[in-house]
């Protein structure tokens, strides 16, 4: 008996042993081997498609050298956790790569030649501005020579983008050659002075206006070329043209863009009912009292129309928003889209989110014949199309006399096929021009968008004034960007940008925030009430004049009201309170469960699948 419990000591002993070895056996081995499993909805942690194209097109080595300053007196703690992430993240590069992908970790401690390397990088020292804090190295070079492309501060506002970030540096220096985009419009989108506005000009000559962050975000990954409004040709190294609020275009330019889409040029035009970004003639009041732009001549041949002096007003998508003197105000020209009304069957929109697009047009009309129309982005049923200046002065009116039209008003569409001149008599009063194009040999792609302030930085994107680092407000970068890309030929980017912009709120809580101030507010009307009641009883008060003073005499019952609403109003106080307090500890008792579920329920699960196994073994030993 005694050596029978001695072998059961002595086999579990030895068993835990071997369970320990085993352990450590193979969490050395794993640890060579990167991999995890991705639960997250949309695999947000997990690497696009887009991003593995561009990884696979890597033929050479590819060097990436993180700068990560690593003392403790330098690197913020609160961004530790994310330099990890970004070191788990560079891994994953490396493994899609086929280890292409070599990866460098450098500290720059001062007067180092790591520091060296960084600045030659072009990666420089940042602050928090914290009393005390030294400045601290955080980014990162990609090098594939001769080109090096350097992201200066991995900024955690980005995190978002983190994938894309990488993935854009990494295809840069890989690419041979970039696409030409050429940019036509009177606005200074790329930098400089305004067309077409003399005085402006002169005032310009002192300080240029610096280029739109849409477009500085496009220079980093296409050659961009400005041509001139008044252009009768585009140049042929042009592939994608952009339009930007092409105001009273000539028929002369748009002679131009007909014959380059025939040639096989790609377009994405931004119209504009009211462009809040052309500030070249405002009113006294800063109002801007210029029309809207269209493309008259094109869009007619191509079957559409474009008012431009209706803008879509929609009760679903549309917000308050802070007026002159400070107070909300409603604005219901003024269209924050979400996901319901982008194409989710388009590789550009599918996962675009969060979408800003004040005092937008919208296109009507049926697309020509050897076209096809697809809508990328929509309004609500609940909209309808209202006079632009009205909308920008009055929107209470806007809502006061609104009428739904029950209509889905296309506000972005992309027309492809083969497209026919609108021009068949070629250029007009121009009798030695060579024969123009009648249609084009190739299909090809037209990109007509309802609104240019889409594009200009007050609308797009947030610059922190600490970094200088521009933080999308919202999808509409990310969503030009994707556009720009599909109309280039490339679109290895796209899911990886998209999946950035998508929002998703603790709903949960939400909810219980949005119920806690339901409650708030039934409380809040019955106060008010009871206020109102008093102020009627006390605008009957008797007020008698006793030589120059004024004495006010309350009944008993009026004394009694006053008494009785106080003490009604520090009780109804207290449970205001009192619900706050609970909506507190609701919340907190729901954050807590859920860390704790995900804190414990992997060890349980594991634990649990281990007791299961060692009963099943021991029944399988005692039926022996």
């Not at 990162?140 to 200066?152: C, D, M, R, Y």
């Not at 975000?217 to 050659?223: A, I, P």
């Not at 708030?520 to 605008?539: A, H, T």
Request: with cysteine; proline share 5%; glycine share 6%.
């Amino acid at each position: 008996m005694k050596q029978s419990k001695f072998q059961t000591i002595l086999f579990s002993t030895a068993g835990v042993a071997l369970a320990f070895i085993a352990l450590t056996g193979l969490n050395l081995i794993f640890s060579l081997v990167r991999a995890r499993l991705d639960l997250t909805s949309n695999n947000l942690h997990t690497l696009s498609d887009g991003t593995r194209k561009i990884l696979a097109k890597i033929d050479s080595n590819v060097e990436i050298r993180l700068y990560v300053s690593r003392s403790e007196n330098r690197m913020p703690s609160a961004l530790k956790n994310y330099a990890q992430g970004i070191e788990d993240l560079l891994q994953e590069f490396r493994t899609a790569s086929g280890n292409k992908i070599t990866i460098k970790k450098l500290d720059p401690e001062p007067d180092s030649e790591a520091e060296d390397a960084a600045k030659l990088d072009g990666v420089e020292p940042v602050s928090l501005g914290q009393m005390g804090a030294d400045p601290f190295y955080f980014g990162l070079a990609v090098s594939l020579a001769p080109e090096t492309k350097a992201i200066p501060f991995l900024s955690p506002q980005r995190e978002k983008l983190l994938e894309y970030d990488l993935a854009r540096v990494v295809s840069q220096v890989i690419a041979t050659n970039k696409p030409v985009l050429g940019v036509m419009s009177p606005l200074p989108v790329l930098g400089g002075p305004a067309a077409g506005n003399p005085m402006m000009m002169m005032q310009q000559q002192r300080q240029s206006q610096p280029a739109w962050v849409t477009f500085n975000q496009l220079k980093q990954d296409f050659t961009v070329e400005q041509v001139p409004m008044d252009s009768d040709s585009i140049p042929p190294s042009v592939q994608v043209l952009i339009l930007v609020h092409p105001k009273d275009i000539t028929e002369k330019a748009q002679f131009a863009i007909d014959q380059f889409i025939l040639r096989g040029g790609k377009v994405i035009a931004f119209l504009d009912a009211l462009c809040l970004a052309d500030n070249r003639n405002p009113n006294p009041m800063g109002m801007n009292m210029g029309g809207g732009s269209s493309l008259p001549k094109l869009l007619e041949k191509w079957g559409l129309q474009f008012d431009a002096a209706k803008v879509v007003a929609d009760r679903t998508f549309s917000r308050e928003l802070s007026g002159r003197d400070g107070r909300p105000q409603p604005v219901p020209a003024f269209l924050f889209l979400n996901a319901d009304s982008v194409n989710k069957e388009d590789a550009v929109t599918s996962q675009s989110d969060n979408l800003w697009l004040p005092f937008a047009g919208a296109f009507t009309g049926k697309a020509a014949e050897g076209l096809r129309a697809d809508i990328l982005l929509k309004s609500s049923e609940d909209s309808q199309l209202v006079d632009g200046m009205t909308s920008q002065f009055n929107g209470a009116k806007i809502l006061d006399d609104f009428a739904p039209s029950r209509t889905n008003y296309p506000l972005a569409i992309r027309l492809t096929g083969k497209f026919k001149s609108a021009f068949p008599d070629g250029k007009s009063g121009d009798t030695n021009a060579p024969p123009s194009l009648k249609e084009s040999k190739t299909e090809t792609a037209v990109y007509l968008f309802g609104d240019a302030d889409f594009l200009y930085d007050t609308y797009s994107v947030e610059v922190n004034p600490m970094f200088g680092v521009a933080v999308p407000r919202n999808g509409n970068l990310a969503l030009v960007q994707n556009l720009v890309e599909q109309a280039s030929g490339d679109v290895n980017l796209v899911g990886a940008r998209g999946r950035a912009s998508v929002s998703r709120p603790f709903t949960v809580v939400q909810k219980m925030e949005s119920e806690a101030r339901a409650r708030y507010q039934g409380k809040i009307e019955i106060l008010n009430k009871k206020v109102e009641s008093l102020q009627n009883q006390l605008n009957q008060v008797q007020i008698k004049k006793e030589g120059n003073t004024s004495k006010i005499i309350l009944t008993k019952d009026q004394q009694d009201a006053i008494s009785r609403f106080k003490e009604d109003q520090i009780a109804a106080r207290k449970e205001l309170r009192r619900e706050r307090r609970n909506l507190d500890v609701e919340v907190k008792t729901l954050e807590n469960r859920i860390k704790w579920m995900n804190i414990a329920l992997m060890p349980f699960f594991v634990s649990a699948t281990g007791i299961a196994l060692a009963i099943a073994r021991k029944n399988r030993t005692n039926a022996k």
